[in-house]
């Protein structure tokens, strides 16, 4: 079985900085794409960045491109979401998740939807003041 856990969620105020970190455990982490989703008081859980098993693709939704940056360390079996100039609206808890399939390739709308994640964490709130 898969754990996610994610860290470094806080309050921050805009217009700062904060970096979300999540640790998988087993040994087949470099095999897998990831993603970051998140999840707003009485919203749908949303689409916020994946990286593909390779590292070589990275996906923003709209609201956070230019602002975050998704990467991962494959010998530390982490990944990361640096989050910059965050706005109130990116308030929300956040979780990371993994890829149902073993290096597979996607076209770049695949990576959006929940249900194609196996694994979830179980969140960091990040609350972001102005």
């Known amino acids: 079985q898969v754990q996610l856990e994610e860290s470094g969620g806080g309050a921050v105020q805009a217009g700062g900085s904060l970096r979300l970190s999540c640790v998988a455990s087993g040994r087949t982490f470099s095999d897998y794409a990831m993603g970051w989703f998140r999840q707003a008081p009485g919203k749908e859980r949303e689409f916020v960045s994946a990286?593909?098993?390779?590292?070589?693709?990275?996906y923003y939704a709209g609201s956070v491109k230019g602002r975050f940056d998704i990467s991962r360390d494959n010998a530390k079996n982490t990944i990361y979401l640096q989050m910059n100039s965050p706005t109130p609206e990116d308030t929300a808890v956040y979780y990371c998740a993994r890829d149902k399939g073993r290096r597979s390739y996607y076209i770049d709308s695949y990576y959006l939807s929940p249900h194609n994640y196996a694994y979830w964490g179980q969140g960091t709130q990040v609350t972001v003041s102005s």
């Open positions: 990286i593909s098993w390779s590292g070589k693709g990275t």
